[in-house]
């Protein structure tokens, strides 16, 4: 017996909804949320992409409201006029993985249906290597963070990025008079950009170690993420892939993002999240 086109295609049709029926959630489209805040550090804050040393909120990849960046909020609030005015920036500058359960509190205070969460920058950038957050120290307290989340806000949504690559920071800036003056002058992210033109041996070995600490936390950021269900994103290391330029990097500490790259940041982690 021969089972006509049309047959054929009605049972396809019942199958696919029988399927449905018994798993919801693929059938569901997750709406746009209605509010947000943004856990981090001073990348979050925007520090140095519109003042002197200052943090530019309006220019965050994830909170800010300044179109030229085009932020998670403003591409959220293009499809979601209801977002409008709910869009916390809970980040703070120099924070580190031990300030996410502080920074979590506040968000679940705040009653939002999204946050992103970007730290590790300051956990790898240090006085020294000596003085780098350990590995399984910032898993601790990534998981401690997230619990308060999922805990306090069972339905958000929670977008994870993963720490950018410092090892290309010093690649891009190894060779500019302004960005060796600066790291000097500032002290920053020694751990990774002392000695910055030095091809000695223990100084490669040393930036080798540092990239490397940067990878693991990443790696604890996606098992951390996957641990927490499918409420979370992570951004499969789009963050940390991304080949930055220095004219994306603040011009006067050759360490932030300035405008562009906050622009760069929102972009590439929004494309790899959630996809409202």
């Known amino acids: 017996m021969t089972i006509s086109r049309r047959v054929l295609a009605t049972l396809a049709s019942l199958t696919a909804l029988v399927l449905l029926a018994a798993d919801p959630a693929s059938a569901a489209t997750t709406p746009p949320p209605n509010s947000m805040a943004s856990m981090g550090d001073s990348i979050t804050r925007g520090f140095n992409a519109c003042g002197w040393y200052v943090d530019c909120t309006s220019r965050s990849f994830s909170t800010g409201d ?77 998981d401690s963070a997230l619990n308060r989340l999922r805990a306090g806000l069972p339905n958000a949504r929670v977008a994870v990025l993963s720490v950018p690559d410092i090892y290309r920071l010093w690649y891009i800036g190894r060779s500019n008079f302004s960005a060796l003056s600066a ?25 080798a170690r540092v990239r490397q600490r940067v990878i693991d936390y990443n790696t604890q950021l996606a098992q951390a993420c996957a641990a927490y269900g499918a409420n979370c994103d992570f951004d499969d290391n789009a963050v940390f892939s991304y080949p930055f330029v220095l004219s994306q990097v603040s011009g006067w500490d050759y360490f932030h993002p300035n405008t562009s790259g906050q622009a760069v940041l929102a972009s590439i982690s929004y494309a790899n999240g959630f996809g409202w």
């Open 66 to 142: 300044y179109s030229t960046v085009n932020s998670h909020y403003l591409r959220i609030r293009a499809v979601n006029p209801n977002i409008q005015g709910r869009n916390h920036n809970d980040a703070r500058s120099g924070a580190k993985s031990a300030d996410m359960y502080g920074q979590a509190g506040t968000a679940v205070s705040q009653g939002v249906e999204y946050v992103t969460v970007m730290i590790g920058a300051n956990d790898a950038c240090t006085s020294s290597e000596a003085t780098m957050t350990p590995v399984s120290t910032y898993r601790a307290n990534i």
């Open 183 to 207: 790291w000097s002058s500032f002290g920053i992210c020694q751990s990774m950009l002392a000695n910055p033109t030095s091809t000695a041996q223990a100084d490669v070995d040393r930036r």
